[in-house]
């Protein structure tokens, strides 16, 4: 009971239910402005749900002609598993660990496993958010295509809410193990932080060796899979053995498909079960010392002098303090370097394999212009830049702490300035490993190699602006645990979005430039001369408002 109670205190402070009502009732201008903003999350993440829809079509239509169509309900729940064991890994970490409200509950006659169960609900909750776009339009896609009946329709409501719970129960228990480790360890961030990314890492690499085709063997392994009957859904499905059971109980049909439900339902009500036995035994270890300061490193007396009498211009300590906030959250780190770091490994994982792949590159970049590949390292650079959720969080990140950006002696548009300077070395972190994989498998130049970092680092200094801009414009401070700076903060999709818009802008003006004169030369002075452009203006803009924004914000 003391649990169902208090799950339902977390899902209300966790989504803000009682503000809604409390809007609804009282301020109806700033309830349907929620409503509006949500609505503009949604319409903008519209044409990616869009295309991955007709993905989807398009491949059921191919697997329909093979005998496989429930490829295309494995992909949905692969795709789903994978991303909440991913970002659940710094979710959980956060939501178990760094909620401001332990310290009210700790105190509580609750039970560590009654506290872990509430908390676990809360994220599953938000992670129903996160692969809907994901499983819906593959369930959706494959009941249509084969006229599925009634029962196909209730089992995949009780699939989808059962999805994330096996995938976050796993990343629920190493975060306990990670976390009862490292608890009293003076350098606990820094080993966590190892810890976590040494784990995904651990899983790529266990990704590429399950999912390897045998070299020299490729066809005759590809003709087995077309032949065996569900040789695609093992192979799709080798990483996560649980998804074949959903894959089954959604593809089947009748007593087959019931039984593999049940299965299911008892894999992931085990998981949970595991969970809480874990939970009750690692939870209050994990706790102790986590809020605990380690004593500072002794200095001398020369030292210190020289360290508080050193002078650096304001923009560079604003920049610094980003950079210690970075380093000093675990969170923070984690979600701003993982898309840096896990990203390119995971292209990279398939690419140092010798096979088809790799004749398949190389009959590529012959094919595609210097200018096409060029353009497609630039762009991977930028695009890197709006997916790590450093300026999209910028102001969101200091929280409560606001009030110390708006009482220092510094303008903001020296602070502005600061944090893009921060912003960039963030994104800067992308190029050594585009240079490695860009010198390996594409023939370019050293001079081409840095006419395609330095066109990537232009075209994100519009995107960057924009979401400096847009977080300045409606900053969420009053979170209780960092995740929710970044994970629960619509900025970072609005950011995306508009980052989208931007980059499609400096696309078009490219396309438009060879259509009219076919000329590659032109397309660069064009396309980073209009990101420029953008990117002056929204500076203009920004730097403009900032001192107001700064006098007016709340915290």
């Known amino acids: 009971m003391k649990l169902i109670d208090l799950i339902k205190v977390q899902l209300r402070i966790s989504f803000g239910l009682s503000t809604l009502h409390w809007n609804l009732k009282n301020n109806k201008k700033k309830f349907f402005g929620s409503i509006g903003l949500a609505l503009i999350v949604i319409v903008s993440l519209g044409p990616l749900i869009v295309l991955y829809y007709t993905m989807l079509q398009s491949a059921f239509n191919v697997t329909v002609r093979l005998g496989q169509p429930e490829v295309i309900l494995a992909t949905g729940l692969m795709i789903s598993s994978m991303l909440v064991f991913f970002f659940g890994l710094t979710y959980v970490m956060s939501v178990f660990f760094f909620s401001h409200d332990l310290t009210l509950l700790v105190p509580l006659p609750l039970q560590p496993g009654a506290i872990l169960g509430s908390k676990f609900a809360v994220i599953i909750s938000y992670e129903y958010i996160t692969i809907a776009p994901f499983m ?11 006229n599925a009946g009634f029962l196909y329709w209730i089992i995949s409501l009780g699939i989808f809410f059962l999805v994330p719970i096996v995938p976050l129960g796993i990343a629920s228990l190493f975060v306990l193990l990670l976390m009862s480790l490292t608890n009293l360890s003076k350098r606990r961030d820094t080993f966590r932080i190892i810890g976590m990314v040494v784990l ?5 690499a266990l990704n590429y060796f399950l999912t390897g085709i045998p070299d020299g063997e490729e066809i005759a392994y590809i003709e087995d899979l ?12 080798r990483l996560y053995p649980p998804a074949i059971l959903a894959t089954r109980a959604l593809a089947v049909g009748g007593v087959i498909s019931l039984l593999n439900f049940i299965y299911f339902i008892g894999v992931n009500l085990t998981g949970l079960i595991f969970v809480y036995l874990v939970g009750q035994k690692l939870f209050y270890r994990g706790l102790i010392g986590g809020t605990e300061i380690s004593r500072g490193k002794v200095i001398s007396e020369d030292r210190f002098t020289r360290k508080i009498t050193a002078v650096a211009s304001p923009s560079r300590a604003i920049a610094m303090r980003e950079i210690k906030y970075l380093l000093r959250t675990p969170v923070y780190l984690f979600n701003s370097l993982v898309i840096l770091i896990i990203v390119p ?17 190389a009959t590529l970049r012959n094919e595609i212009p210097l200018f096409a590949q060029i353009g497609f390292i630039s762009g991977f650079i930028a695009i ?4 790590a959720p450093a300026s999209s969080s910028s ?4 929280g409560k702490l606001f009030w110390i950006s708006q009482a220092i002696p510094v303008s903001a548009g020296k602070q502005i300035w600061g944090k893009l300077l921060y912003c960039y070395l963030i994104t800067f972190l992308t190029v050594p490993l585009v240079v490695i994989v860009s010198l390996v498998f594409l023939p370019l130049s050293i001079y081409q190699l840095i006419l395609a970092i330095i066109a990537g680092l232009i075209f994100s200094f519009p995107a960057i602006i924009a979401n400096l801009f847009i977080d300045l414009l409606r900053p969420y401070l009053n979170w209780d645990n960092p995740q929710k700076a970044i994970k629960q903060n619509v900025n970072v999709l609005l950011g995306m979005a508009a ?13 438009i430039t060879y259509q009219l004169s076919s000329s590659e030369v ?3 002075p064009a396309t980073m001369g209009s990101a420029l452009l953008l990117g002056f203006l929204f500076y203009k803009l920004l730097v403009r408002i900032a001192p107001r924004r700064y006098r007016d914000i709340e915290v």
Do not use: C, H, K
């Open 136 to 146: 819906l339009p593959a369930i959706w896609v494959f009941g249509i295509g084969t």
């Open 395 to 398: 102001f969101s990140r200091e």
């Open 384 to 387: 890197m830049a709006i997916f």
């Open 200 to 204: 995904l890492l651990l899983v790529f």
């Open 499 to 511: 980052g989208g818009i931007i980059y499609a802008i400096i696309f078009a003006v490219g396309w």
């Open 522 to 524: 032109l397309l660069y």
């Open 345 to 361: 490994v995971f292209l990279v994982i398939p690419l140092i394999s010798e096979g088809a792949i790799t004749d398949i590159i």
């Open 226 to 237: 077309l032949q065996r009957n569900e040789g695609i859904l093992s192979y799709i499905t």
